[in-house]
């Protein structure tokens, strides 16, 4: 059996079958509303009928609307194969009797008269096909299938009917299809029919089970996916021809089966059903029978009438008021409408509801579809009125379609035009950054004096202006232009956007300390401009990372997590916070806005949640959030904030998520790379670096070359956002290049000293110790780990703990220093960085002696038999021997198979410097 939950429905047709098989004939019919699935009923019944008992004869006929003029249509669609494969014997034994008042039917047949009798009766006519069929079944039992016998023709079905009359005598199971609500099912031979049947089959919608069973046997590869199938089930109720449409419309692919189904069927019903279909499909969930009867112009007991046809035909479901039976039913109805049809209706809907009272937004969704300009003067207002109950609702995609609206009945130009597209640009700064500077910028155009083009400028959101493309905005106004307040927000907004040009951003430190020790923040102005500087100041390194961690805790504490002055300056205090190694107050604040704003699911500062548990060394539960918040965005990081791609890259590089890290890389391309701001260009040419790493190392350094390059053309010094000198130190060092190595961690650890955050000088003090040796590695390394301890970098201090461990390589305080580390790293959930493997027991690592993953980690590292033997102080050979071991207990065959079996890009001692 191929079709899904119709199992009893088959049984039954199997029973008549089988019966007729006996010599038992019988009548069944099977009925039910539009699309249900007799057809593919009957079909089956095709299928599997010549392998019952006795082996019977099938005969089949599909009646249409387009054949109903033809006299007999239905019964020689039925009897003409049979009679014309007959021999001239059976034809006259067939012929016989009654049955020769039906011969002039089938010109060709053995005894044909060649002429049609003058005024033959069509009862005798009928009489003769009933004999004959009776003749034909005596010789072999028949299985006679009519689908769409609601558009038979009358002659046919008088035919039918006197079969049904003495159908128990004759070994023929006779089924017929029906569909329901059809003016034509109602005929007195149908209904004559259906009280001789024997069997009478209604199938019912597929249930949630049933849909998935149809998807299996469509092939479709979505089947198993129970989100996908509670979807198709809702859209289609499960009759299976909605589901049919459901699935194509997912596909946009090939006609629509349903609309033209639809449309036939609506043609042929009195004009009043289908205008009152039409206008249901236009009210939608407000479809109340008096404003059906006001779009149509019928009385109640007309639609009312309507009503009841349509629920018969299954197009609507039983609920009251009127709703279609599917979502899908009525989209097809609403694409069997014509464009004028619909333009009538909707304008009328609109003034109805606007008459009525009803809310503006009720209004608006009809005039979105309604062209400009709008033949009302009140439609505009609507449409305005709507927008901001949407944007108080939290739907700003809705509120901005309908000010899309209102700006096509405005003139060209103007002011107030150009006020509406400020209006627009507000709202779309939302969800679609790009767009709301696109229309501010039309809009500045627009407005006549220079304080309302500044003072316009200040109301698009402060986060806005990290985009590349808010430079062409702020370079049409000037600070001075607008009034004490707004210059503020202007020059905080100009300063945002010049951010990668070395003169202003140098100057942001100077005119930080312009505001004195206390800046004053009692105002929104204020604080937007102390924000703007703390995040220029963390860039360049200005100002010491004390003075910016003490600023931006006390503007946190300015900012509610709930306030809409929150999401301005997040993304830039965030930055500031971490890289100035503050704890605590972010901490909280980052948990208290998640929290407070679950209901926004706000990806950037979720994302920025993760990064913060990260960086504290939380990484399952950092990895965890991160995917949090990429799958709230939808996997789209096109137009997201550039704070929350820097967050992602952050986590992926800390946690070592390499899926993560593949989903970033392979987001951004060179084009799209190209055109993003310097913080998302930079954290990508890091991410993409730490990714190639292990097996490219060179590559890896020429990213993070490229990276420091374009940091010191815009004056980013600041050695705890990108900690670009200490890998490409790291790296170097790996390829031999001691020198430049040490050049370059000297420059990050004066900076790192000047800056004054413990993680970036922990870190760049490890590298610099392992470019030493003697007494002055040992007072490095010591350092690092004092100032590791510090930082609450629970990583870092594992790494610094690792280095010391392996100068102290045969000394009784390197199993203690060890052991810490392995315990750090493990409570981190990055057993990795030990060569423990990821995962315990099951990782590889697992197999391998503490004194072996060591080796495997330095071999990871890329360091020579050699090196890794004056790491650890033992001999070369003793080096070889536990490689050795390693490649047996793994089953691998060298080096070139470790990161494969490891899977580890950055696995190592050192990785990640």
Avoid at 24 to 46: I, R, Y
Avoid at 399 to 422: I, K, Q, S
Avoid at 469 to 490: C, F, I, S
Avoid at 865 to 872: K, V
Wanted: some cysteine; aromatic content about 4%.
């Amino acid at each position: 059996m191929t079709l899904p939950e119709r199992e009893t429905e088959l049984r039954l047709l199997c029973g008549a079958i089988t019966a007729a098989g006996a010599g038992e004939g019988s009548v069944t019919v099977v009925t039910g509303p539009l699309g249900v699935g007799k057809t593919a009923l009957l079909k089956e019944v095709l299928r599997i009928a010549p392998t019952r008992p006795g082996a019977p004869r099938v005969l089949t006929a599909s009646a249409s609307r387009t054949e109903q003029d033809f006299d007999f249509g239905v019964a020689c669609q039925v009897l003409e194969p049979v009679v014309a494969e007959a021999g001239e014997h059976d034809a006259e034994r067939w012929f016989a009797g009654t049955a020769s008042a039906a011969r002039w039917l089938f010109p060709g047949a053995p005894g044909w008269p060649g002429w049609e009798p003058d005024g033959h009766h069509d009862v005798l006519t009928a009489h003769g096909l009933a004999g004959l069929l009776a003749a034909i079944a005596a010789d072999r039992p028949l299985v006679v299938l009519v689908d769409d016998l609601h558009v038979a023709d009358r002659q046919s079905l008088t035919w039918l009917r006197q079969c049904a009359r003495r159908i128990r005598d004759v070994p023929c199971a006779l089924v017929v299809a029906v569909r329901e609500g059809d003016p034509g099912a109602d005929r007195p031979a149908i209904r004559e029919l259906w009280e001789l049947a024997k069997t009478r089959i209604r199938p019912p919608n597929l249930s949630e089970a049933g849909v998935a069973a149809a998807l299996r046997a469509a092939s479709d590869a979505r089947a198993g996916d129970a989100r996908f199938v509670a979807a198709c089930h809702a859209a289609s109720a499960g009759n299976p021809l909605y589901l049919t449409e459901a699935v194509r419309g997912d596909h946009r692919t090939g006609p629509s089966l349903l609309k033209e189904r639809l449309t036939a069927q609506l043609a042929v019903l009195p004009p009043g059903v289908g205008e009152c279909a039409k206008a249901i499909a236009v009210l939608g969930d407000h479809a109340e029978p008096w404003l059906v009867e006001r779009l149509t112009g019928g009385d109640s007991v007309a639609v009312a009438e309507a009503v009841r046809a349509l629920r018969r035909l299954g197009i609507l479901g039983p609920a009251a008021p009127p709703r279609f039976a599917a979502p899908v039913v009525r989209a097809a109805v609403e694409a069997s409408t014509t464009a004028p049809e619909d333009l009538r209706l909707r304008l009328h809907a609109a003034t109805v509801f606007h008459e009525a009272g009803f809310a503006a937004e009720t209004v608006a969704a009809q005039l979105l579809e309604v062209p400009a300009p709008s033949p009302s003067p009140w439609m505009p207002e609507e449409l305005r009125t709507a927008a901001d109950a949407a944007t108080r609702r939290g739907q700003p995609e809705t509120a901005a379609r309908y000010l899309r609206r209102a700006l096509l009945d405005l003139p060209p130009d103007g002011p107030e035009r150009g006020w509406r597209l400020v209006d627009l640009a507000l709202t779309e700064a939302a969800f679609d950054v790009p767009a709301a500077i696109r229309h501010l910028m039309q809009a500045v155009g627009l407005l006549p004096t220079p304080r309302e083009r500044a003072e316009a400028v200040t109301l698009l959101p402060l986060s806005a202006f990290l985009r590349p493309e808010a430079a062409v905005l702020v370079g049409r106004v000037r600070p001075e232009d607008a009034g004490a307040q707004a210059g503020l927000r202007l020059e905080a907004r100009i300063r945002l956007t010049r951010c990668e040009d070395p003169v202003l951003l140098a100057g942001a430190a100077d005119r930080l300390r312009e505001l004195g020790p206390e800046p004053p923040i009692g105002t929104v102005a204020e604080r937007e401009l102390l924000a703007v500087l703390l995040h220029a100041a963390t860039l360049s390194a200005g100002v010491s990372a004390r003075t910016v961690a003490e600023l931006t805790e006390r503007l946190l504490r300015c900012a509610p997590a709930s306030s809409t002055e929150f999401a301005d300056t997040a993304p830039l205090l965030i930055v500031c916070s971490f890289a100035a190694g503050s704890a605590g107050q972010p901490s909280s604040w980052l948990e208290s806005a998640v929290g407070e704003t679950a209901e926004g699911r706000p990806a950037s500062l979720i994302a920025a949640r993760a990064a913060e548990l990260a960086q504290s060394g939380q990484l399952t539960r950092a990895r965890a959030t991160a995917w949090e918040a990429y799958e709230l965005i939808g996997g789209d990081l096109a137009e997201v904030a550039e704070s929350l791609v820097m967050a992602l890259v952050s986590v992926a590089i800390i946690a070592r998520d390499e899926r993560l890290a593949a989903t970033l890389v392979e987001h951004y391309d060179e084009a799209a790379l190209g055109r993003t701001g310097l913080h998302v260009r930079a954290a990508l040419l890091m991410l993409r670096g730490a990714v190639a790493a292990v097996e490219d190392p060179r590559g890896a350094l020429a990213r993070f070359l490229d990276c420091g390059a374009a940091l010191h053309r815009a004056g980013w010094r600041n050695p705890a956002l990108f900690p670009w000198r200490t890998w490409s130190a790291w790296l170097q060092r790996r390829l031999g290049d001691r020198v430049s190595a040490g050049e370059l961690i000297d420059d990050e650890v004066r900076w790192a000293r000047r800056w004054g955050a413990p993680v970036a000088l922990g870190r760049a003090l490890r590298i610099k110790a392992s470019l030493l040796s003697g007494a002055e590695a040992d007072r490095v390394l010591a350092e690092s780990i004092e100032i590791s301890r510090s930082s609450g970098d629970r990583l870092e201090l594992a790494r610094a703990l690792l280095a010391e461990g392996a100068l102290l390589s045969g000394a009784a305080a390197a199993g203690d220093r060890l052991r810490e580390a392995y315990r750090l790293a493990e409570g981190c959930g990055a057993p990795w960085l030990t060569g423990r493997g990821a995962e315990e027991p099951a990782g590889p690592s697992a197999a391998l002696s503490e004194a072996e993953g060591r080796v495997v980690a330095f071999a990871l590292d890329g360091l020579t038999n050699g090196e890794i033997a004056a790491e650890i102080n033992v001999s070369r050979r003793a080096v070889e021997k536990h490689l050795t071991n390693c490649y047996r207990k793994l089953g691998i065959s060298g080096r070139a198979e470790l990161a494969e079996v490891f899977g580890a890009w950055g696995f190592g001692a050192r990785s990640s410097a």
